[in-house]
């Protein structure tokens, strides 16, 4: 029996009654349903993704890879496993000239003696090197709130402002990420792809355009 058999007959009202109350039941089934499929779906959402809870085995230290990955999320566990930073051997460490043994010049200035040949364009207006990197031990950076991180971590610096790119980024959709889609990533840094000191990439010469095959008749 249905509501068209309803408004359609004349039918006793013990069956009325019957039908709205298997109805009722039926209403309030549904909704007992979805409360708890919405509940176990918070609940997903709010543990740790199992794929991002265990460090990811890292590639032999002779490619040039730390020997364990890093940490950014203590609370979860979660780890990026990182290649090493873009650094030349020619300057790294930088402690061995930024050695502490003359007082640190923390003026903004333009550099005259030394990296002459780094120009800042990475909004030049407020910033300069000491924004990044420490002060103290050259051989760190520094988050705004003055905690020291190792270069490898550098996604935590660049974070700070490019939240957006930062979020893409854990997420895989923005820089590269490479590995399995269900179990170990590596994640290149955005040092790899950018340079700190002028990020945005250069334009491209455009290749010539293909031939069209009747040309080749």
Same mark, same amino acid.
């Given at each position: ?47 740790? !993704?199992?794929?991002? %809870?265990? /460090?990811?085995?890292? #590639? @032999? ?5 730390? $020997? ?6 203590? !609370?979860?566990?979660? %780890?990026? /496993?990182?290649?090493? #930073? @873009? ?5 790294? $460490? ?124």
């Amino acid at each position: 029996m249905d509501l068209r058999t309803l408004t359609t007959q004349r039918i006793p009202g013990a069956a009325v009654r019957t039908l709205l109350r298997d109805a009722a039941v039926a209403l309030a089934a549904g909704a007992l349903a979805y409360g708890c499929a919405t509940h176990a779906s918070k609940d997903a959402i709010d543990q740790p !993704d199992p794929l991002h %809870t265990t /460090a990811a085995k890292l #590639p @032999p230290a002779e490619l040039g890879l730390p $020997p364990n990955p890093i940490k950014y999320n203590e !609370d979860k566990g979660e %780890t990026f /496993a990182v290649p090493k #930073p @873009p650094i030349s051997d020619d300057f790294w $460490p930088c402690t061995q000239c930024h050695d502490n043994s003359s007082p640190v010049d923390r003026t903004r200035r333009e550099l005259k003696d030394e990296h002459t040949k780094i120009v800042l364009e990475h909004d030049a207006e407020h910033r300069w090197c000491l924004d990044c990197h420490d002060a103290m031990n050259r051989d760190f950076l520094h988050l705004a709130s003055g905690v020291t991180i190792t270069f490898d971590e550098s996604y935590k610096l660049c974070g700070q402002c490019h939240g957006d790119k930062y979020r893409d980024w854990r997420v895989g959709v923005h820089g590269k990420r490479t590995g399995m889609w269900n179990g170990e990533k590596q994640y290149l840094l955005c040092v790899h792809c950018h340079n700190p000191h002028s990020p945005h990439f250069k334009p491209l010469k455009p290749e010539t355009p293909p031939l069209r095959p009747d040309l080749y008749r």
